[in-house]
């Protein structure tokens, strides 16, 4: 497989790469929507966003409300981490900070030049806000007064992903000297103090935050790479690649530790369930599988899905996994015997991305039909 070409798509965010695999030229498209488990689904709400602008509030127990929150479309939306807030990003160049409950406009974050689409809250505390523009930069802001704290500069291209860290005062966005193209995934260790970044150019990066420098180039990928992801003790990285596999490593010494095979198609997505013992892998082949992280083997197959999987992740009790898929489910997996336990249906197109919430006892899917919808 060979990248021939990489394009930018403005609106719905994302980007489509031309390749060429067994002597014909294909198109993959990405989405850039962003959704995580660090949403919390105990608020008993959901933000959802319309392509004019608007902003959907869904309490279960009160009526739609319809919000006018920016004159041109959404890019983002994101949750502070106890749900009472959430936040909004325009192509209107704001960023605007709205109460859940009332649903009104507390502040609005102006000061960017070109569309603002990557945006966070510093959860779990969740008084400060990030957010990443089109205008090359990133900006932190106070959640309580809407007052810009300071400007990053130093990106020579849009800003389309950062991630803050938890435990420390670091925010990092894509741009590392060193990769060759684009950085498609980043994770930082629980500590904060180092941080793996995922490349087209078919390399992950071990970096020191506080330096800067690269501790570990983890090469032997043959593809781009997907995802990158620490486990829980941060003694372990995995990536996943176009190349059809998935690669663990150690991470103080960067060795290969094992190569995870038995996809037909392109890894998409992987991770580690809570406790690092566990590591499921999504494929392009519509298959999901679950691998030992001590043995390398493979325990089970999930299959079911009739097309390519875009997302898997673990329940906190990692006795069940969830994948969300284009045709348009999502499904419940048992980790033990491979069996689907439940078929999540109702999305009218592909479903980009699923998770958990922090009990375990409910769902969050995000379709490219514009919905996000809560399973219990």
Not at 148 to 176: D, K, N, Q
Not at 319 to 341: E, F, H, P, Q, Y
């Amino acid at each position: 497989m060979r990248l021939k070409r990489l394009h930018i798509r403005y609106y719905p965010p994302g980007i489509f790469l031309d390749y060429e695999k067994g002597g014909q030229l294909r198109t993959k498209s990405i989405d850039l929507l962003n959704l995580t488990p660090e949403y919390d689904c105990q608020t008993s709400s959901l933000i959802t966003t319309h392509s004019h602008g608007l902003v959907f509030v869904h309490l279960l127990c009160l009526p739609l409300q319809a919000l006018q929150a920016h004159i041109l479309p959404l890019t983002n939306v994101a949750f502070n981490k106890s749900g009472s807030s959430f936040i909004t990003g325009s192509y209107d160049r704001t960023c605007k900070i709205w109460d859940t409950a009332s649903g009104e406009e507390l502040h609005t974050l102006e000061g960017h030049r070109n569309v603002v689409y990557a945006i966070a809250f510093n959860n779990p505390y969740g008084d400060k806000v990030a957010t990443g523009s089109f205008d090359k930069t990133c900006k932190l802001w106070s959640a309580e007064t809407g007052k810009c704290f300071y400007t990053f500069r130093g990106h020579t291209a849009e800003i389309v992903r950062f991630f803050l860290s938890p435990l420390t005062a670091f925010l990092y966005s894509t741009l590392s000297q060193g990769h060759f193209a684009e950085i498609i995934s980043l994770s930082f260790n629980t500590m904060g103090d180092h941080l793996v970044t995922g490349s087209f150019d078919h390399t992950a990066i071990l970096w020191d935050v506080s330096s800067g420098s690269k501790v570990q180039i983890l090469t032997g990928h043959r593809g781009e790479i997907s995802c990158v992801q620490f486990n829980w003790d941060c003694s372990l990285i995995v990536t996943a690649s176009l190349d059809k596999t998935c690669k663990v490593w150690d991470a103080d010494s960067g060795q290969c530790l094992a190569t995870l095979l038995g996809h037909n198609d392109e890894v998409l997505d992987v991770c580690f369930n809570y406790t690092g013992q566990l590591i499921a892998t999504a494929s392009a082949d519509g298959s999901s599988r679950v691998f030992s992280a001590e043995t390398f083997q493979c325990l089970c197959q999930l299959e079911g899905h009739n097309g390519e999987i875009s997302k898997v992740c673990f329940n906190p009790q990692g006795s069940r996994v969830l994948t969300a898929s284009v045709d348009k489910t999502a499904r419940v997996w048992c980790v033990n015997t491979g069996v689907c336990l439940q078929v999540l249906e109702g999305h009218s197109d592909e479903i980009f991305s699923c998770a958990f919430n922090y009990e375990g006892d409910t769902i969050i899917t995000g379709s490219k039909d514009n919905t996000c919808r809560i399973w219990h």
